[in-house]
């Protein structure tokens, strides 16, 4: 019988073929899909990100844990979108433009999931102009924005800025994060919501559907 805390320290381990492994077997077993991501492969990642905030991991060790992480949800997340999840509405979201750091974003991403949001990731590098095509195609309720660069946070005060001409920015909740953003730039810019960290980030955007 699989557990879920062997799944979060195949995640820990990086293990891939253990993770889907113990993924599958906690399906057939008949565990919910968002359970799974909540107490398995979540608080792996959690402690994958404590190790490399402590200098114990380093990138590629944080990498190959994403990796194992974005295999294992494969496996979930048909069953998250169908299941009795939250449905919680779409949240549109990328790394800025100029930007191609996708680690966190990708975490946020899979949060927001397990959480029971639909999910649409426009990956990174992600201009304004892509960012108000997507709204408009997918009519999220939120659009979340990543940047690692000091020198692209910017680029979020100029997409709000674009959401905002093109007459979109009352219909959506805008939230940012990464490492270089902070809540007062948040404010500055004119976003509504911000989040330190993943696990943060679903308790913000859920209050901001909400409101
Ligand atoms: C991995 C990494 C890379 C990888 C990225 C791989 C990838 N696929 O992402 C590579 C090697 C490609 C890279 C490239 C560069 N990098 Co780099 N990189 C890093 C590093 C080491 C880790 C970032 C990371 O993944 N952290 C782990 C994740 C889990 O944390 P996180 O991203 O902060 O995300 C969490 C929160 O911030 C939050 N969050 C994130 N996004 C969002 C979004 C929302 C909406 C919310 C609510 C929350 C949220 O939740 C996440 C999970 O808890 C950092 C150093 C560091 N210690 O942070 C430098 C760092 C970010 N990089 C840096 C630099 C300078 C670069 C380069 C310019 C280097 C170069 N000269 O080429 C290039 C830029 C390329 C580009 N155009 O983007 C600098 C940035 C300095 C600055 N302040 O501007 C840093 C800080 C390193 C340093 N100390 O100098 N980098």
Known sequence: MAELNELSVAIINGDMEEARKLTQALLDQGLPAGKIVSEGLIPGMNEVGRLFKACEYYVPEVLISARAMKSSMELVRPLLSGADSLKMGKV??????????????????????????????????????????????????????????????????????????????????VMVGGAPVTERFAHEIGADGYAPEAATATDVAKNLVAA
């Open 92 to 173: 549109v979201i990328g790394t800025v433009q100029g930007d191609l750091h996708d680690i966190g974003k990708n975490l946020v991403a899979m949060m927001l999931e397990g959480a029971g949001f639909e999910v649409v990731d426009l990956a990174t590098d992600v201009s304004p102009a892509k960012f108000v095509e997507a709204v408009k195609q997918h009519k999220p309720r939120v659009v979340a924005m990543s940047a690692l660069l000091t020198t692209t946070m910017t680029a979020m005060k100029s997409t709000i800025e674009a959401l905002k001409e093109a007459g979109v920015r009352t219909d959506i909740k």
